[in-house]
């Protein structure tokens, strides 16, 4: 399996910046790195994805080394409706290697006031 | 507005009975994903498909069918429903390779 490795939970405090950091040693040469937002009872939403180096857009900056093996999810300045739940996802089929995509486990993220 | 929609948003049966999850896109979009959430294991994929006639097994398909006869929509049959197939489901779709999925807000799914 594509499998991505991320802390289970992390507490931050309002205006802070958050970085949520995934692990995924077996990507392949195609496989873009995705990360998504989800609140309970609510389906994932997309929030930033890259392929290397960084990217930014308006709500999150995505940090990603030179080997690919893992990624950096960067949220400045986060806010008490930040807190919900992150999910990385490597590719979105069966890779180069064979692996399956899948989700890690998700990192709960709680903003305190 | 483009959506991705779920139907029913919650059920109940029983153990053995056959069970269809349904999932429509307006988006046009060629990939498809089933998943399923439980507590501890985030989200799994079960099937998923790149196109009209199309259908691939993933990390969790024993249990599970998926059809797709169109663009729009692709259900989801629990051929007999066994309680260890008691989650939430989601449903996603995305336009093409490596492009980010779009998900539907799940179906609660408890078997008694």
């Known amino acids: 399996l594509a499998k991505t490795t991320q802390p289970i939970s992390m507490d931050s405090y309002e205006g802070q910046e958050v970085n949520i950091t995934c692990s995924h040693n077996?990507?392949?040469?195609?496989?873009?790195i995705t990360w998504y937002q989800q609140f309970p009872s609510q389906g994932p939403r997309f929030i930033i994805q890259?392929?290397?180096t960084k990217v930014t857009n308006e709500v999150a900056s995505l940090f990603i080394p030179a080997d690919r093996k893992s990624s950096t999810l960067s949220l400045p300045r986060v806010s008490l409706s930040d807190t919900a739940v992150y999910y990385c996802?490597?590719?979105?089929?069966?890779?180069?290697?064979?692996?399956?995509?899948?989700f890690g486990g998700g990192t709960r993220l709680m903003v305190k006031p | 507005d483009a959506e991705i929609t779920q139907s029913p948003r919650h059920k109940i049966t029983e153990t053995g009975r056959q069970v269809t999850l349904a999932c429509h896109q307006t988006?046009?979009?060629?990939?498809m994903f089933w998943y399923r959430q439980d507590l501890g294991h985030g989200l799994r994929l079960i099937h998923y498909?790149?196109?009209?006639?199309?259908?691939n097994k993933g990390e969790v398909s024993d249990g599970y069918s998926v059809s797709r006869s169109n663009t729009e929509d692709l259900p989801l049959t629990l051929e007999s429903a066994a309680s260890s197939q008691t989650s939430v489901y989601f449903c996603?779709?995305?336009?093409?390779?490596?492009?980010?999925?779009?998900f539907g807000d799940g179906t609660r799914l408890s078997i008694l």
């Open positions: 077996n990507i392949a040469t195609n496989d873009y």
């Open positions: 498909s790149y196109g009209v006639q199309d259908t």
């Open positions: 996603a779709s995305s336009p093409g390779p490596n492009q980010p999925q779009h």
């Open positions: 996802l490597v590719g979105d089929r069966i890779n180069n290697a064979g692996n399956m995509l899948t």
């Open positions: 890259g392929y290397k």
């Open positions: 988006w046009n979009h060629n990939n």
